[in-house]
């Protein structure tokens, strides 16, 4: 038995709560990582997991096994890291989840240099505006808009990115041109609804304007839990869009989008990279956050 190779198995578990999913994050079989978990056991004479046909439970032993664990796993790839070669080029696995607009007109068009800089990263990117469960999925990170509700994840926010409301000219063409942001809420305008995944709802725009603060809701026929195919319905005129600046300003450009209430501030919507607090925050971890937040410094503004 590697022992290096049981105790990452046993972390992974853990973390996953299956040792089915555990099994496809080491890119091993569910038998062999069976097989390491029962020879740890074994080799410590300690129960160190529960388990049903459904799922698998951390004893309380395994639960105090598991902190050490970490620190062990930690300490050896900072020692890894710590050698000249290491540090100067951080290599590895790193499992990310992005919000699926950002990927597509920020991440993915600079992953090119990303890869020159750093060659020896393996970034495995999942694109979705799904909830993404940190420790179950065995991410090292994720990258959301909006505040932070699950206060157990350490976060560094990269970005404060600035809103605005826009509609397509075709739309505007049907419903007219609002002139105050009330109007939105009439029989004859349409939004389009965003579908938040921490909540499955759509919720109100804040906005102000020299003392006046109003909340706007609006009126939606079609909801969207994808940031691509809410952009796409408002380009085919579905309703009025509350969009970052980075992914209308492409639009505005070619007059595919118009921009509303001009005189308007919304508040800013904060961009976070999230991880587990028991995560080591590793080399390729931090240099993967440090390239976001240049990034995001660049396209937010």
Known sequence: MDRFDAMQAFARVVEAGSFTKAAGTLHMSKT?????????E???????????????HVTADGAAYY?????VLADMDDAE?????????????????VPSPLARLVLVPALPAFHARYPEIQLDMGVS???????????DCVVRGGELTDLSLMARKVADLRLGVYAAPGYLERAGTPAHPHELEDTHHRIVGFLWARTGKA??????????????????????????????AGLAGLGVLWLPDYMARAHVVRGELLPLFKDWRLDTM???????PNRHVSAKLRVFIDWIAGLMARHAH
């Open 32 to 40: 062999s990582v069976t097989q390491l978990v029962q020879q740890l």
């Open 42 to 56: 074994a080799r410590l004479r300690v129960k160190l997991l529960n388990r049903t046909t459904r799922q698998v």
């Open 67 to 71: 902190e050490r664990v970490l620190r």
């Open 81 to 97: 890291t710590s050698l000249s070669a290491a540090s100067a080029s951080p290599r590895g696995r790193l499992r990310v989840d």
């Open 129 to 139: 505006d799904r909830m993404v469960d940190v420790i179950g999925d065995n991410v």
């Open 203 to 232: 919720f109100p725009y804040a906005m102000h304007r020299k003392g006046e603060s109003i909340k706007v809701q609006g009126r939606h026929l079609f909801s969207f839990d994808d940031g691509n195919a809410y952009l796409a």
């Open 270 to 276: 904060p961009l976070y990279v999230a991880f587990a």
